[in-house]
């Protein structure tokens, strides 16, 4: 596509409830990144897909956390058992990877609420 | 940390006028980049300086690196009302993930 697509927009859940989020990279970008942004915060890195090799996992807060990508384009982030604390913009971005500069090209974010 | 810390956190100035913001870190890095967000959803990239780069400038922005200080600077120059937005600075270093700073919230008053 044009552009980083996220699905849902918005996302209101409750507490204890499993919830999953949506990214479409651009077409032919390698590298994808989850990032997380809580209320007026900085971005939290989460978790980095590049091609085939095995995702960098280590910024995921909790084992709640998971996030698989398949067919190496679009990429599903998983919370299980969600918190209030993990209400926040969770974001997407993609890039070309190793074969070009890390400019990150973001989507617009899933806003999750947990009730 | 590696992550960069942006100064100050909330600016406020009138049309016209310039803004400045720093950005400070602990790490040898790869580049620094300058990110902008509105209403609090996606980020667009902005302006990247290399680690080897003083200076660069791109429309009314110039960007400043002074690696043995290890801080950046991001100006605007004649800022307009559109220019409100949250600015972020990310450094890349060995890891592919860029690590961002919490922002400096820019508002520009007509």
């Known amino acids: 596509g044009a552009g980083v697509s996220q699905s849902p927009s918005n996302k209101v859940t409750e507490k204890g409830k499993d919830v999953e989020l949506r990214c479409d990279p651009i077409?032919?970008?390698?590298?994808l990144y989850w990032y997380r942004q809580s209320l007026g915060q900085g971005l939290e890195f989460l978790i980095y897909?590049?091609?085939?090799?095995?995702?960098?996992k280590s910024g995921l807060p909790s084992d709640r956390f998971s996030a698989e990508r398949t067919g190496g384009s679009v990429s599903t982030l998983t919370i299980q058992r969600t918190q209030q604390e993990d209400s926040a913009v969770y974001l997407c971005?993609?890039?070309?990877?190793?074969?070009?500069?890390?400019?990150?090209?973001f989507g617009a974010g899933s806003r999750l609420t947990v009730l | 940390s590696q992550q960069g810390e942006e100064d100050p956190q909330a600016l406020s100035i009138q049309e016209g006028e310039n803004a400045t913001m720093n950005c400070s870190y602990k790490?040898?890095?790869?580049?620094l980049q300058w990110y902008r967000q509105n209403s609090g959803r996606g980020l667009v990239h902005l302006i990247l300086?290399?680690?080897?780069?003083r200076e660069k400038h791109s429309g009314r922005l110039r960007v400043t690196l002074d690696t043995s200080k290890k801080s950046s600077s991001l100006l605007i120059t004649a800022s307009r009302a559109a220019d409100t937005a949250s600015y972020f600075c990310?450094?890349?270093?060995?890891?592919?993930?860029?690590?961002f700073g919490s922002g400096t919230r820019l508002q520009v008053q007509p």
């Open positions: 971005a993609s890039n070309l990877g190793v074969s070009g500069a890390n400019v990150l090209t």
């Open positions: 990310a450094i890349s270093t060995g890891r592919r993930a860029l690590t």
């Open positions: 300086i290399r680690s080897n780069e």
């Open positions: 790490t040898s890095i790869n580049n």
């Open positions: 077409s032919g970008h390698t590298a």
């Open positions: 897909f590049q091609g085939n090799s095995a995702p960098d």
